[in-house]
């Protein structure tokens, strides 16, 4: 049977995220089923978001916003990805100082236009990246494997 695919897209600036992304796929990696693609924003594109069956993205929040990286992705893949209609599952990780909101809302909002469905609740990681929050991460990445692997999307 052919291993289903699970795609991390991020960007991160002072590698706050990065050390999240690197929990995430941890956790993703338990699942030995899954086929899994990490990749920076800027070197990814339309033909990540075909291959993908489900896509775990992480931005640092910025001025209340995602990641200028993230957003460029988005400015590059989305008529693009029109004609697909790809209805990918997704969920959100975020690094922020503080808050994280804004860039959850806002991503939330590019991708029910793709469209893509999103299927957990964003995690928001404030702050320093501690024990907790790489557990947290290890624990996004493990569920969304199983659950695709599993079938449940
Ligand atoms: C230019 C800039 C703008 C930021 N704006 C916000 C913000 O609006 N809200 C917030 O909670 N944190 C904000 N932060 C803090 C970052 O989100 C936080 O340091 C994050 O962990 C950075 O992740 P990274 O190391 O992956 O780049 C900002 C940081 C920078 C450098």
Redesign the pocket.
């Known amino acids: 049977m052919e291993k289903k695919k699970l795609l991390v897209i991020y960007?991160?600036?002072?590698?706050?995220?990065?050390?999240?992304v690197e929990a995430v796929a941890a956790g993703a990696a338990l699942e030995p089923q899954i086929e899994l693609s990490v990749k920076r924003a800027f070197d990814a594109d339309t033909e990540d978001l075909k291959w993908a069956d489900a896509i775990l993205f992480g931005?640092?929040?910025?001025?209340?916003?995602m990641?200028g990286a993230l957003k460029d992705f988005f400015d590059r893949t989305y008529y693009p990805a029109q004609p697909l209609q790809l209805c990918t599952p997704y969920a959100l990780f975020?690094?922020?100082?503080?808050?994280?909101s804004?860039?959850v809302r806002e991503i939330d909002r590019i991708l029910k236009g793709y469209p893509m469905k999103k299927v957990a609740e964003p995690l928001v990681?404030?702050?320093k990246?501690d024990a907790d929050a790489l557990e947290a991460c290890r624990n996004l990445g493990q569920t969304m494997a199983s659950a695709l692997q599993l079938g449940v999307f």
């Open positions: 960007h991160s600036q002072s590698e706050n995220t990065a050390q999240l931005t640092p929040e910025n001025f209340g916003y990641s975020v690094s922020a100082g503080n808050d994280g804004g860039a990681i404030k702050g990246v």
